[in-house]
C-alpha cells in the first residue's frame, strides 16, 4: 500500500512555470508505476501523464507532450511533475496516482491509490 501527498501548486500567469511533487509513503514505490491526473472544475478527470517503475519510461497527454515532464526518485520516494509554458486551460487540480501494473497506462480505473491533490491556476 502507498499513500500519496501533493505539493507544490499555485498561481501562475499563462507561460510560466511549476513544478509539482508528489510524496509517497511505503517500503515498496519503485514497484509502482506512477500517473498523474487533472481535473478541471465541471469536467470529467484526465489522464496528464505516466512513468515506468525506473522511470525509463514515460508516456504525455498530447495537450500536455513537449511542455510536461514527469520524472521520479525512488531513492526518495518522490514524483515530480515540471510544467513549463503554462495555458489557462492547465487550470485543474492535479493529482498524484499509483497502479500496481507494470505497463504504462492512462486509464484512470488502473490507478489503486490518489493523493488528495494540488490545485494550479493559471491566468491570462
Known amino acids: 500500500q502507498v499513500q500519496l501527498v501533493e505539493s507544490g501548486g499555485g498561481l501562475v500567469q499563462a507561460g510560466g512555470s511549476l513544478r509539482l511533487s508528489c510524496a509517497a509513503s511505503?517500503?515498496?514505490?519503485?514497484?509502482?508505476?506512477m500517473g498523474w491526473f487533472r481535473q478541471a472544475a465541471g469536467k470529467e478527470r484526465e489522464f496528464v501523464a505516466a512513468i515506468s517503475r525506473s522511470g525509463s519510461s514515460s508516456y504525455y497527454a498530447d495537450s500536455v507532450k513537449g511542455r510536461f515532464t514527469m520524472s521520479r526518485d525512488n531513492a526518495k520516494k518522490m514524483v515530480y511533475l515540471q510544467m513549463n509554458i503554462l495555458k489557462p486551460e492547465d487550470t485543474a487540480v492535479y493529482y498524484c496516482?499509483?497502479?500496481?501494473?507494470?505497463?504504462?497506462?492512462?486509464?484512470?480505473?488502473?490507478?489503486?491509490?490518489w493523493g488528495q491533490g494540488t490545485q494550479v491556476t493559471v491566468s491570462s
Open positions: 496516482a499509483a497502479t500496481s501494473q507494470m505497463s504504462l497506462t492512462y486509464s484512470d480505473s488502473r490507478y489503486a491509490y
Open positions: 511505503g517500503r515498496t514505490f519503485s514497484s509502482y508505476t
